[in-house]
């Protein structure tokens, strides 16, 4: 049983490539911890550097409360699964989970037992005794994991075990793998890029940017309460629609965020409301994903969008629809990065031109100038009763379930604490 904490962990590689940046995470014990971001984020480096495959450049890493940096892969009693888990080919599923149980010594009969035990468990007893080349890719990815967790290892750590596998493999083994280091109670480490697999599987994920970690909670915390835009655009499936806004504080309604061709209004008894007021007349970012928008036929004051629909696709169990609305788009990519480097300034008489032109504030982007924006979909669902292509449509946001960040992409106030 361990607990894993990275307090501000950083690697840069040889070659100066800075792969994860000033990480702080406290893992409990017996967790399934999922680390998610698109590829490039640092997550294996993260996982390679947990399991001690990977120096780190800086920070501390502590498992069970005593500095880790130091040790040996072997020391630190993890067991790592890769994306191709590869076996020892001419062993069978039952050799190749013996192994390491050969290796450590011991009794075989026990180890017999124990082999026989997690082949149950993870639906490989009737091929126990077939070679590697003669199973599917789902099976041999359970015989990897089960020589993984045969020696019982106090921390579990998985580097996208799942990613070449088809859909359907993926969905039922991710349930198994849940369900199996859950009832060991082993804390594991699992890594992907498949927001759907962090959210079904995780007890609490974090979410990576450029080795950055952008945010830290359980499945339903970042979901509904995303720390930034970036991490409320990655978790959401169909597209969440993020849009440009300038919000004004109006006594007797509330803050009204002007999005151009429409308004939307944040009644001062919601408890954003008070976080708005600082960004009375500046940009703010407003999130509405689809399931926060219903097609409706009537008007409610400050609380519908407009449109007109582009396209509807046809997804199986659902319908999705696009329309225009003529609002400026934001792009949940280019959103909170680092500003670009200053211009060089010139040696004299530039200073201070220099310092007043890094202390502007960021160029604001006003709703009314829309000429160069890219206009956003406005992507909804709908249900049995679908509009046609070209049909003007009204949507009502759901406001509670609206999402507002400011114009850094950081989330304006949280729901959460
Ligand atoms: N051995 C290495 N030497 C130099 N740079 C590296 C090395 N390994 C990874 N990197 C770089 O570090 C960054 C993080 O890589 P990492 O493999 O941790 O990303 P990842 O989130 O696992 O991506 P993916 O989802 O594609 O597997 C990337 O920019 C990558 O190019
Ligand atoms: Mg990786």
């Known amino acids: 049983m361990t607990d894993v904490v990275l307090d501000g962990v950083g690697k840069v590689y040889p070659g100066g490539q800075h792969a994860v940046r000033d990480v702080r995470l406290r893992i409990a014990d017996g967790e399934l911890f999922v680390l998610l971001g698109p590829s490039g984020c640092g997550k294996s480096t993260i996982l390679r550097m947990i399991a001690g495959l990977e120096e780190a450049t800086s920070g501390e890493l502590r498992l069970n409360g005593g500095v880790a940096n130091d040790l040996s892969p072997r020391e630190r009693n993890v067991a790592m699964v890769f994306q191709d888990g590869a076996l020892y080919p001419h062993r069978t599923v039952a050799g190749n989970m013996m192994f390491p149980l050969e ?83 082993t804390t594991t480490v699992y890594v992907t890029h498949d927001q759907v697999e962090a959210m079904t599987m995780a007890d609490r994920i974090a979410v990576l940017r450029d080795g950055t970690l952008e945010d830290v909670g359980t499945p339903e915390q970042i979901y ?19 849009f440009q806004a300038t919000a004004w504080a109006v006594q007797d309604e509330g803050v009204v965020l002007d999005l ?58 659902e319908w999705l629809a696009y329309a225009e609305a003529g609002i400026p788009a934001v792009d949940a990519n280019e959103v909170g990065r680092p500003a670009p480097a200053p211009e060089p300034v010139p040696a004299s008489g530039g200073r201070l031109r220099g310092l007043l032109r890094r202390a502007a504030p960021p160029a604001p982007e006003p709703a009314e100038h829309e000429g160069h924006h890219r206009r956003s979909h406005l992507v909804f669902r709908t249900g049995a009763e679908r509009p046609v292509r070209g049909e003007e449509v009204l949507l009502e946001v759901d406001l509670e ?17």
């Not at 995303?226 to 597209?239: E, G, I, N, R, Y």
Request: proline residues 8%.
């Open 260 to 317: 151009g061709p429409r308004r939307l209004t944040v009644p001062w008894n919601d408890p954003r409301a008070p976080g708005l007021i600082g960004h009375h007349g500046g940009p703010v970012i407003v999130g509405v994903r689809p399931d926060a928008l219903a097609w409706t036929a009537a008007e409610a004051p400050g609380r519908t969008l407009a449109g007109r629909v582009r396209a509807v696709e046809f997804h199986g169990h």
């Open 224 to 242: 509904r309460d995303p720390a930034t835009v970036f991490v409320a655009a990655f978790l959401s499936s169909p597209p969440i629609n993020l």
């Open 103 to 185: 290796v450590a010594g011991g009794d075989r009969a026990d180890a017999r037992e124990r082999v026989a035990e997690l082949s149950r468990a993870l639906g490989l007893a009737p091929m126990a005794g077939r070679l590697p080349r003669t199973l599917s890719g789902g099976q041999r990815q359970r015989a990897a994991i089960g020589r993984a967790l045969i020696r019982e290892p106090s921390l579990f750590l998985m580097d996208e075990p799942l990613s070449s596998l088809d859909a359907g493999m993926r969905t039922e083994l991710r349930l198994e793998i849940a369900a199996l280091v859950r009832s060991t109670g």
């Open 401 to 417: 379930r609206m999402l507002l960040f400011g114009p850094d992409g950081r989330r304006i106030t949280s729901a959460r604490r």
